[in-house]
């Protein structure tokens, strides 16, 4: 999906909700909830190879949760879309979502591979 047609179903959603409920733009990398920002220690203490064989060792044997790490803000944030978020797992995305402030949750609506 162009990110004009994702800015117009963003304007459309946003004239559609209240104001604390409205869709907004997020973007960074899937990453894990053990790791966040940064795969270098984990990587270091069981000689992973890849970024992407980290998140995928977190998910699959830690039971860690998929998260947005937005590596120019800082931010981490949980994600609702486990499922949809697996395929692009150490890849940089765009989310389309709603942020739940009380837990650092985007309710995922669309997300694409930033290209």
Same mark, same amino acid.
Request: glycine share 6%.
């Given at each position: ?7 117009? &179903? ?19 990398? &899937? ?27 977190? &998910? ?32 940089? &995305? ?22």
């Amino acid at each position: 999906m162009s990110s004009t047609v994702l800015s117009g &179903v963003l304007v459309l959603a946003a004239a559609a909700t209240p104001a604390a409920s409205r869709p907004a733009l997020f973007s960074g990398i &899937v990453s894990d909830s053990e790791c966040g920002l940064s795969h270098d220690t984990m990587r270091k203490n069981h000689a992973i190879a890849t970024d992407e064989a980290c998140v995928r060792f977190c &998910v699959d044997r830690l039971k860690q949760e998929l998260v947005l790490a937005d590596h120019t803000t800082g931010e981490v944030y949980q994600l609702d879309g486990q499922k949809r978020a697996r395929r692009w797992a150490n890849r940089l &995305v765009r989310v389309l979502g709603t942020l739940d402030p009380e837990s650092g949750t985007i309710r995922v609506i669309r997300m694409e591979p930033v290209r």
